[in-house]
């Protein structure tokens, strides 16, 4: 029988002074590392009011920090050969990039700065509400379509479900999310 990662190489999971959870995994022989900031602040914790923040939060932190541009963040993910992605679901907001274990450290310093130091320009923070107001729209518009079984967040466009004409979907930028007949 073939023994699962998770069985031969349990994480462990260190509190930081601060509060701060870390977890780490070593997998022997793996040459590449992913790290992760996962933050409790999915949609589950907005109100009418702040209905949106967490997604706004995501589209908007890697436009730039104090230190690094938005230009020298994609350059500096790119010379590394890493690849990033950022997705806001209802429990949290995830960002996550994979590199060469030797860049673990880069990445890390990388991510710190974003998630402590964004810029936050008016222009970025404007460009991003407005994206998010045009998903949130969408997203009642799939509600609307499929009653309240719709759950969608980044929804960039509709489509028809060519297998099933009583489902809606919305294919966005990072996953698919619809809504079931």
Known sequence: MIARVADRCPAQVTTLPNGVRVATETIPGA????VGVYINSGSRFETDATNGVANMLEHVLFKGTKKRSGADL????KGMGASLSAFTGREQTSYVSTV?????G???????????????EDKAVEKAREVVLAQLTQVSMCKTACGERGTASCATEYVDSPDN????VWKIKVQVVGCGG
């Not at 994609?74 to 993910?77: C, K, T, V």
Request: one cysteine or more.
């Open 74 to 77: 994609e350059a500096e993910l």
């Open 106 to 120: 880069k990445v890390l310093d990388l991510l710190g700065d974003v998630m402590l130091s964004p810029s936050l």
């Open 31 to 34: 040459e590449t590392a992913t």
């Open 100 to 104: 060469l274990g030797k860049d673990a």
């Open 165 to 168: 004409p009583q489902m809606c």
